[in-house]
């Protein structure tokens, strides 16, 4: 297994957020970029979107 250090972590964090590629981010951390997807995939926290385009506002009207 490969452990990715502090620093390498945060210019992981930079790259995705300036959307640069993976092949890009492995260079800037001197990593394969096979191992810095698979660690994005293995850790990334996925921001779930409210179903339907229904607000809690509209659906407490609704089962009034």
Known sequence: MQY???EQRVNIEKGLTEN???SEIG???GKDP???SKKVRLHARI???PDSGY???KRLQMDE
């Open 4 to 6: 990715l250090t502090f």
């Open 20 to 22: 640069k590629s993976f």
């Open 27 to 29: 260079r800037i951390t």
């Open 34 to 36: 096979l191992t810095v």
């Open 47 to 49: 921001k779930k979107r």
């Open 55 to 57: 607000t809690n506002q």
